[in-house]
């Protein structure tokens, strides 16, 4: 989990709009990059759409369709696809204050996480000072300490009242929300349950500091009051983390 943001990402949860699948990218890939050739005329619209909010701030439909050089009906119905998928909202203002209200349209917190951020690189400068100053320990020390506050909101979450099962599957659909792409299947050896993440957001800090890797162990360990043992890391170059519960 990023040093920098699952805190967050945890905690609002409830607030973030599900994104309906299939039009844009929404894993922290830029519209821009997506190569033109790899979509079809309505999708690159939509990317380009998106590129304007971005770049001129609050748009009308009427804005919008003269600088993407489509009628006013054709970009309301880009805008409306985008409003279902919850990368732009809309709201009204009077320009200049004055005047009749018109709708604007502005990019959603989804939306601009379409947009490259370079938080994983902050993270692992934060990390670098931090050990610098204080030593080693002080990364797993700050980590541990995050651990604390997140513990507490995941198990309002994961009520210890539930059965190990049910908390297991809630555990798995919240990284899922985080990116993870976690699956649970049972573990017919033990009788317990195997946690497999195939994919890491937090990659790059991961690599570096392997801290990070050891606060989600002991994260899921608490969080479940379970024993919790890893067997692989994608970190390591392994193609999953692939955790034992039970």
């Known amino acids: 989990m990023s040093a920098s943001s699952a805190s967050g990402q945890f905690g609002g949860r409830a607030a973030r709009t599900a994104a309906r699948p299939g039009l844009l990218p929404t894993s922290g890939v830029a519209p821009a990059a997506v190569p033109a050739g790899t979509q079809a005329a309505p999708e690159r619209t939509k990317v380009r759409l998106l590129e304007v909010v971005k770049r001129h701030g609050p748009q009308t439909a009427q804005d919008l369709a003269g600088r993407l050089g489509v009628s006013i009906p054709a970009a309301r119905r880009h805008l409306g696809d985008l409003l279902d998928q919850g990368l732009i909202r809309s709201r009204t203002e009077r320009p200049g204050g004055r005047g009749r209200p018109q709708h604007v349209f502005e990019l959603t917190e989804q939306g601009e996480a379409a947009f490259p951020k370079t938080y994983s690189g902050l993270c692992v400068d934060v990390l670098r000072h931090v050990e610098g100053l204080f030593g080693e320990g002080a990364v797993l020390k700050v980590l541990d300490a995050r651990n604390v506050e997140i513990a507490q909101r995941l198990k309002a979450e994961l009520p210890a009242g539930l059965p190990l099962a049910e908390r297991v599957e809630r555990l798995a659909g919240i990284l899922n929300e985080m990116g993870f792409d976690a699956v649970v299947e049972p573990d017919g050896a033990t009788g317990g349950w195997v946690l497999t993440q ?38 390591c170059g392994q193609g999953a983390c692939r955790y034992r519960i039970g």
């Open 198 to 235: 195939r994919n890491c957001p937090n990659l790059t800090v991961a690599r570096q500091y392997a801290q990070l890797c050891a606060s989600e162990l002991t994260l899921y360990g608490e969080v479940l009051d379970v024993p919790v043992t890893r067997e692989t890391r994608i970190a």
